[in-house]
């Protein structure tokens, strides 16, 4: 089963908003409420930022929220700061009971 | 505090095996679904096992036959049995605690699998 496919980069300016998407099939994204997005920086492991497409964790902030439409699940960043800079991952829940990852997104603050 | 150490990466010709290991703390690892997930470098993430509160396990086609995960109840540790290691097979292994939304993760261990 091919990886989900996400942008390899996305950039943005401090105080802006930037989306990532995250295209699948449906058996994948399409087929079920389980995607989530992973934030990793250098060197580190990735952490939970979104999970059952649009819930947010305790801990992280609001700034970050997810949707899905069809196959496409999507990871919006606003109020874009610094530390924002980082690795982005999407995964979801298959029909193989299995689960796939994305390619990852570089996220740069300009 | 819930934590997560793998250990038991190393560097391993081609056809060798090896087994990582997840100590947890902070919860117990048979009443939690757990995950390996691994990341080749420079690269994205990749699903590689899951194991079911219940014993179930699932493993990606790329692994399937060569790998297999198991839980120690007694050391609230998790498993990765790897054989028939292949180059390809060279990846940062993550443990993570969940399986449909591996939450919580560990800080990983290196396998490299060279000649």
């Known amino acids: 089963q091919s990886a989900l496919t996400q942008p390899a980069s996305v950039s943005g300016s401090p105080g802006q908003s930037i989306t990532i998407s995250c295209t699948g099939t449906s058996s994948d994204v399409g087929g079920y409420n389980y995607v989530s997005w992973y934030q990793q920086h250098p060197g580190k492991a990735p952490k939970l930022m979104i999970y059952d497409v649009s819930k947010r964790p305790s801990g992280v902030s609001n700034r970050f929220s997810g949707s899905k439409s069809g196959n496409t699940a999507s990871l919006t960043i606003s109020g874009l700061q610094a530390e924002d800079e980082a690795d982005y991952h999407c995964s979801s829940y298959t029909s193989s009971s299995t689960l796939i990852f994305g390619g990852g997104t570089k996220v740069t603050v300009l | 505090e819930v934590q997560l150490v793998e250990s038991g990466g190393d560097l391993v010709q081609p056809g060798g095996s090896l087994r990582l290991s997840c100590a947890a703390s902070g919860f117990t690892v048979s009443s939690s679904h757990m995950s390996w997930v691994r990341q080749a470098p420079g690269k994205g993430l990749e699903w590689v096992s899951f194991i079911y509160i219940g014993g179930t396990t699932y493993y990606a086609d790329s692994v399937k036959g060569r790998f297999t995960i198991s839980r120690d109840n007694s050391k609230n540790t998790l498993y990765l049995q790897m054989n028939s290691l292949r180059a390809e097979d060279t990846a940062v292994y993550y443990c993570?605690?969940?399986?449909?939304?591996?939450?919580?993760w560990g800080q990983g261990t290196l396998v490299t699998v060279s000649s």
């Open positions: 993570a605690r969940g399986q449909v939304t591996p939450g919580f």
